[in-house]
């Protein structure tokens, strides 16, 4: 049988009104996998991410996530979702926040691990509008996985993270992947890019390269990933 895949993204199209903000992305990841997604601003990491858990449908193609045609509500437990923008309770305390995210799938006895994690177990009793910014992200990543999901979708997840912390979190993603928890994580930073598996990049709502940070590298003609990567979105617009 043909290797089976947790995400499987089959030439997806998203219009919002005239704006075509995919265009035929077709993208696969195996289970276990770091996956990166990169592309500037508004190219359409966002909308892809939501398309795969299920937000967005796709006007054409299809999404098929843990073996199931995606939106498919059943899957959604088995999935986490750091959204880009934190989607917390701000009147309540981090630890109320992350019990709530785990309450709604049976994950109660993870609220401390996921806390310690994150390093707000200190915090815990803390109102999360108090927190610095970068504890409020710290907050939404114990949300996201509290659950421990087999997909765990991050948008942007060290944004405001301190390079201490960001290394711990890879090291932590790194951890969940080898344990088979199959990870899509968008950046626009590129030491984070070099810590994923495979890279696509997306430009225009279209997935205008992938393979690992190797290959981009060679495919972008630089040994310095930014620059490969500025290359190869350069060349489609000329
Ligand atoms: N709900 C929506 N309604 C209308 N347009 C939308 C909607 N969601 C996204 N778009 C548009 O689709 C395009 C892609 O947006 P998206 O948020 O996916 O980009 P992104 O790659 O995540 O960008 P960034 O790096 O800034 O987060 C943008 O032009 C955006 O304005
Ligand atoms: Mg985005």
Redesign the pocket.
Known sequence: MSETYAVNVDDVSKS??S?K??NGVTLRVRQGEIYG?L????????????AICGL?EANDGSVTVLGQRMPNVAVLRHIGYMT?QAALYPGLSVEENVAFFAAINSAEAGVKAALELVHLYDRRKSVVSTLSGGMRQRCSLACALVHRPDLLLL??PTVGIDPQLRVQFWDYFRQMAADGTTLIV?S?VMDEADRCQRLGL?QY?RLLAEGSPADIRAQGGSPNLEEAFLNLAGRRES
Not at 41 to 46: D, E, I, L, P, Q
Request: no cysteine; glycine share 20%; net charge neutral.
């Open positions: 919002f009104g704006f903000a995919l997604l592309g500037p601003n508004g190219a359409g990491k966002t909308t892809l991410i939501r967005v880009q948008d942007e968008s626009h997306i709502g």
